[in-house]
Nanobody, 114 residues
């Protein structure tokens, strides 16, 4: 059974940092690329960052230089380090595996507000 378990969301002030984690079943972690998506309130879901099984990365223009996606092969976990957070980063963040995305986590709320 494939499982994706996300953690790390919360409420922060502008300029602060958060790290999201996505622990995946070993059966998919080594095979598929992983991505973080987000869905802001009232908007469509958008791709934030993507990492291949070989750890090549790609980012949305809106987060380049502030966010970093990485993967820990020993722990079957993908991370999204988010720095210099802005109010417009407020969204539900979800991790996925596969291209196109096939397996999804439950989502975690990130709220950036003063």
């Amino acid at each position: 059974q494939v499982q994706l378990v996300e953690s790390g969301g919360g409420l922060v002030q502008p300029g602060e940092s958060l790290r999201l984690s996505c622990a995946a079943s070993r059966s998919i972690f080594r095979i598929y690329g992983a991505a973080w998506y987000r869905q802001p309130p009232g908007k469509q879901r958008e791709l934030v960052a993507y990492i291949t099984p070989g750890s090549m990365t790609n980012y949305a223009d809106s987060v380049k230089g502030r966010f970093a996606i990485s993967r820990d092969n020993a722990n079957n976990t993908v991370y999204l380090q988010m720095n210099s957070l802005k109010p417009e980063d407020t969204a539900v963040y979800s991790c996925s595996f596969g291209a196109p995305p096939t397996f999804w986590g439950q989502g975690t709320q990130v709220t950036v507000s003063s």
